[in-house]
């Protein structure tokens, strides 16, 4: 914790689990509070796993104007101007060898991957189209098929590999990558709901929110991140604060500076309003 409240001057968050409820929405003491944090001369930056299309519909609801950080720290995307202004991507050659390995780790595993805003996945399945309906994802379904057939023929930069898997299988797959001599060549996190996800070398949202901070003009002292998932916790090393909400595991709790109420009891309204606007706003020039 490195700066007072008056000092911060941007806040970025993770969604799925710290910003939405439990039905993926913004509650309205969230929302007044987001609009105090503009109101205040601070920046609000979302910043998640997912990709940039179903990232855009919140931003746009929340009438937002910074860039966003999507893919888990692959990618910085601002909207305004439709294009990306910091990316990492997979070298596909590489992507090739890890799905063949987890091919003979475990056939069953349905893969997929993101490609520049386009998901591609080996088979649709009724939780799929259920997120779909509840309203967690949005936009166009995935093309589906085996992805060792549609890789070769792949123009788009991947951002990322990820599929669904208990943690024993996850344990598995990282020894895989350690024996075959890959780990070192990737970045493996998980982002809930056993999600693990593979990134290139070097991605993760602690250095997508310090490139930010560069972008911006924003010294990471005064910065502001809360998250709940083990994704977050590169952010947290970077941010001025860190936040972890109360549904966090005891290991993201540890790494973060404070610990809120759940994101189902409005924790991340409640840690906003107490440790980042307690009734201040940022000074500007007709202040001095």
């Known amino acids: 914790m490195n700066s007072g409240a008056s000092g911060y001057k941007l806040i970025a968050t993770d969604i799925d689990g710290t910003l939405l409820d439990e039905k993926w929405q913004v509650t309205p003491r969230t929302k007044q509070v987001i609009e105090k944090v503009v109101a205040s001369g601070r920046e609000l930056v979302l910043c998640s796993g997912r990709p940039p299309r179903t990232i855009r519909r919140l931003w746009q609801e929340l009438h937002l104007s910074t860039p966003v950080i999507a893919y888990n720290g692959s990618l910085i995307y601002d909207y305004q101007k439709e294009k990306p202004l910091f990316y990492l991507a997979l070298d596909k050659q590489l992507v090739a060898h890890i799905i063949e390995l987890i091919r003979r780790m475990d056939d069953t595993i349905n893969l997929s991957i993101e490609a520049m805003d386009h998901w591609f996945i080996d088979r649709l399945n009724d939780s799929i189209t259920e997120a779909y309906k509840s309203g967690f994802l949005y936009g166009a379904l995935p093309s589906a098929g085996r992805l060792e057939g549609i890789l070769p023929h792949l123009d788009l930069e991947i951002s990322k590999l990820?599929?669904?898997?208990?943690?024993?299988?996850?344990?598995?797959?990282?020894?895989?990558?350690?024996?075959?001599?890959?780990?070192?060549?990737?970045?493996?996190?998980?982002?809930g709901w056993n999600f693990v996800e593979v990134l290139p070398p070097g991605a993760?949202?602690?250095?997508?929110?310090?490139?930010?901070?560069?972008?911006?003009?924003?010294?990471?002292?005064?910065?502001?991140?809360?998250?709940?998932?083990?994704?977050?916790?590169?952010?947290?090393?970077?941010?001025?604060?860190?936040?972890?909400?109360?549904?966090?595991?005891?290991?993201?709790?540890?790494?973060?500076?404070?610990?809120?109420?759940?994101?189902?009891?409005?924790?991340?309204?409640?840690?906003?309003?107490?440790?980042?606007?307690?009734?201040?706003?940022?000074?500007?020039?007709?202040?001095?």
């Not at 990282?174 to 996190?189: I, M, N, P, R, W």
């Not at 003009?217 to 860190?242: H, K, M, R, W, Y």
Request: charge should be negative; charged fraction near 25%; hydrophobic fraction near 45%.
């Open 204 to 288: 993760d949202k602690g250095r997508a929110l310090r490139e930010l901070c560069r972008l911006r003009g924003v010294s990471p002292e005064q910065t502001v991140f809360l998250g709940d998932e083990e994704n977050d916790i590169p952010a947290f090393a970077v941010a001025g604060l860190s936040i972890a909400m109360g549904n966090a595991s005891d290991r993201v709790k540890a790494a973060a500076d404070l610990v809120t109420a759940t994101y189902l009891e409005e924790g991340w309204a409640e840690a906003v309003e107490r440790h980042v606007l307690a009734g201040s706003r940022l000074p500007t020039a007709t202040d001095i």
């Open 162 to 191: 990820f599929f669904i898997a208990p943690p024993a299988v996850r344990r598995c797959f990282e020894d895989q990558l350690k024996a075959s001599g890959l780990y070192e060549k990737v970045t493996v996190t998980s982002s």
